[in-house]
């Protein structure tokens, strides 16, 4: 199943921290939205996380489920999100 995963997070490293996890799970496709096609599991895996991080009384994510067929009726104007290279961690 495909699921959006936005996010609002003013710490600086916290939302870096967030942001690397979830590329390990998806794509960016702005800088704080990532899509994910994702099992149950590892959804649960990734709110769990997110949930750890973040402090609740500042920050927000939201999950946002997509169907197959929402997914069909996807349409992109513009070129691909990509980063900045000061957004880039290169290891």
Sequence with gaps: MIYLIAYD???????NK???????WGRRVQKSLFECDL????????????????DPSEDRCSVYKICAECMS???????????????????
């Design 9 to 15: 997070i003013s710490e600086n490293h916290i939302r």
């Design 18 to 24: 967030v942001s690397e996890y979830l590329a390990g």
């Design 39 to 54: 099992e149950r599991d590892e959804l649960d895996q990734i709110v769990f996380y997110i949930q750890e991080m973040i």
């Design 73 to 91: 009726y996807k349409t992109v104007f513009g070129r691909e999100f990509e980063p900045s290279l000061g957004e880039t961690i290169v290891v």
